[in-house]
């Protein structure tokens, strides 16, 4: 039970780390595509 329980546990924080650069890859678009604007 224990085990299965760490494996949720890790599942849990791997889905975390997807959605965190999921986050991290919109936020540097949109910092490029400010940096776009600016520059033309």
Do not use: C, I
């Not at 085990?3 to 849990?12: N, Q």
Request: aromatic share 8%.
């Amino acid at each position: 039970a224990v085990a299965a329980f760490l494996k949720g546990r890790s599942w849990e924080r791997g889905k975390q780390n997807e959605r965190n650069s999921d986050a991290l890859q919109n936020h540097y678009k949109e910092v490029a595509d400010a940096r776009g604007r600016v520059k033309s």
